[in-house]
Nanobody
Framework: QVQLVESGGGLVQPGGSLTLSCAAS????????IGWFRQAPGKEREGVSC????????YYTDSVKGRFTISRDNVKNTVNLQMNRLKPEDTAVYYC???????????????????????WGRGTQVTVSS
């Protein structure tokens, strides 16, 4: 059974850092495109970052470029999201998702679409507040 479990969320002050982890059971993450998403109260779920199954190419939504980094740990079978210089507007429940298809480099934005992904975790809360 394919399962994704997020961890690493919590409360952090503005300007601080957190590292989220997405762990998989039932399959190997290095064969899947992995996306990180977030959903704030009253807002739609939005794509934050993704890593393609084909070559590990990474993409980010504009609001997190230069602050967030997605990376794979194939030994631990996890995909991490390092979040630096956090802002109050980063507050949300963060989800990881997996899909078997690689990201099309001609249309990388598709890697940040909710509809691209078949498997989802339950999320972890990130709160940025002083």
């Amino acid at each position: 059974q394919v399962q994704l479990v997020e961890s690493g969320g919590g409360l952090v002050q503005p300007g601080g850092s957190l590292t989220l982890s997405c762990a998989a059971s039932g399959f190997s993450l290095d064969n899947y495109t992995i996306g990180w998403f977030r959903q704030a109260p009253g807002k739609e779920r939005e794509g934050v970052s993704c890593s393609s199954s084909s070559d590990g190419s990474t993409y980010y939504t504009d609001s997190v470029k230069g602050r967030f980094t997605i990376s794979r740990d194939n030994v631990k079978n996890t995909v991490n999201l390092q979040m630096n210089r956090l802002k109050p507007e980063d507050t949300a429940v963060y989800y990881c998702a997996a899909d078997t298809s690689p990201i099309n480099p001609r249309s990388p934005i598709a890697g940040l679409w909710v509809t691209t992904y078949d498997y989802w975790g339950r999320g972890t809360q990130v709160t940025v507040s002083s």
